[in-house]
């Protein structure tokens, strides 16, 4: 079971990746990062929708009064890793912007287990931990500096302050999915159904990259989004 679970894991790890850069092109058709996020989500959202449906467990909505009003937040973390995805795979490239977002789950996640915050049972810090988290940090360094020094003459350059921005956007778009989950596995233990605590996180991240659409469209300082192509 355990290897199963791993294997699922790796799995997962892998289709973030994928999703990346297929909301890449799925930006380039649209035309706006924040209409290709909404796109997506409203994707996953009707799938998870028919699905909780089919399963005969939406039901478990009735149970949203009764829980906290913060377990029904954990859905705002998948608009800004999402759109973060979009704006970070053409400036850093897959490698370095995957990278990114692991190191900000694994610190993260280390800091969610060390405080035992959002409920989850408190862990302490062996040397195996600290190891492996310095070397995800080690690792991430390595490629960001590697890929600068392999850049071809002539390839457009970032401003330092720029480069900055954007490497930490990609560490706190990683770093706020483990939030996530603890939220969402907090609501779940309220709800007791896991395809709906899924179905309503989702449709919270649509709603939320919408509104942000909508207010920067408003605003001008987002174009049109083009759903022809």
Not at 90 to 95: I, Q
């Amino acid at each position: 079971m355990n290897a199963a679970l791993l294997a699922a894991a790796l799995l997962v790890g892998c289709l973030l990746a994928v999703q990346a850069s297929v909301n890449l092109q799925l930006n380039k058709a649209v035309g706006t990062p924040y209409g290709a996020s909404t796109v997506q989500l409203s994707v996953a959202t009707g799938l998870l929708v028919v699905l909780a449906a089919v399963t005969g467990s939406l039901g478990a909505l009735g149970k949203l009064p009764d829980v906290e009003w913060w377990h029904l937040l954990g859905g705002l973390a998948s608009p800004l890793y999402i759109t973060s995805g979009i704006l970070l795979f053409p400036r850093l490239g897959a490698l370095a912007s995957v990278g990114l977002f692991v190191t900000g789950q694994m610190f993260s996640s280390l800091v969610l287990d060390l405080g035992g915050f959002f409920g989850l049972e408190k862990k302490g810090l062996s040397p195996g931990i600290a190891l492996g988290a310095l070397a995800v940090l080690a690792g991430i360094i390595v490629i960001i500096r590697g890929q600068q020094a392999s850049a071809p003459p002539g390839a457009p350059t970032m401003s330092g302050p720029g480069r900055v921005g954007w490497i930490a956007l990609g560490l706190i778009a990683g770093g706020v999915l483990p939030v996530q989950g603890a939220i969402n596995a907090k609501l779940r233990h309220g709800l007791g159904a896991p395809i709906t605590v899924a179905a309503f996180s989702f449709t919270v991240a649509t709603l939320t990259i919408a509104v942000v659409l909508l207010v920067l469209r408003l605003t001008g300082k987002t174009p049109k989004p083009q759903l022809a192509p």
